[in-house]
């Protein structure tokens, strides 16, 4: 298992990026799922708060996202918009060499023509709540046909707090044939 960024499959882009923001050593949740993730494989991951959960899954959507067409690629289900905004400010400083990336977050408090007109000229990677994700869906402001992961963070407190039939409905959405990730925290 490696234990070093330097020696991950990554883009010079992104090695560049980790390299600047000095992260060297791996975190134990990183050093498990990020290999796995470049792979393709759906994972299911346990750590807690603060571990580095968001970059173990962002750089292998970041390696993997084509940024040729501004279409959704990737979906982050999050708890709340503040993890939202959270998760979504990380994914940018992760790909901020990423010339052109556009990343949302699509949380409730916000203003959502906001949101409708960021989606219609087109997004990378959504990040949002499970409720304002499923609206979007409902006005097909937001088209998923196109994404190839999807990530549900936090999942465990998703379902806490009564959002199972959202996050079976969103993920009856996407395409079948996708990436499924699930992280969780440990208690």
Do not use: W, Y
Not at 36 to 53: C, F, N, P, Y
Not at 57 to 72: G, T
Not at 88 to 117: N, S, Y
Not at 160 to 168: A, K, R, T, W, Y
């Amino acid at each position: 298992m490696e234990t070093d960024f330097a020696a991950l499959p990554l883009s010079a882009a992104l090695l560049a990026v980790v390299a600047e923001l000095g992260f060297e050593q791996l975190t134990p949740i990183q050093a498990q799922t990020i290999p796995a993730l470049l792979e393709g494989k759906d994972l299911v991951g346990q750590s807690r708060t603060g571990s580095g959960k968001t970059a173990a899954f962002a750089l292998p959507i970041l390696q993997r996202l084509s940024l040729d067409a501004r279409e959704v690629g990737a979906l982050v289900l999050c708890p709340t918009r503040e993890l939202s905004a959270q998760v979504a400010r990380e994914i940018r400083r992760l790909g901020r060499r990423h010339a052109g990336l556009t990343v949302l977050a699509l949380g409730g408090g916000e203003p959502v023509g906001r949101q409708i007109g960021a989606l219609e000229k087109g997004v990378h990677i959504a990040v949002g709540t499970p409720g304002r994700v499923l609206d979007h869906l409902r006005r097909r402001t937001l088209r998923v046909h196109r994404v190839a992961t999807v990530v549900l963070d936090e999942a465990d407190r998703m379902l806490d707090m009564g959002f199972q039939e959202d996050m079976e409905k969103i993920l009856r959405a996407l395409p079948p044939q996708r990436q499924t990730v699930f992280f969780s925290m440990s208690s």
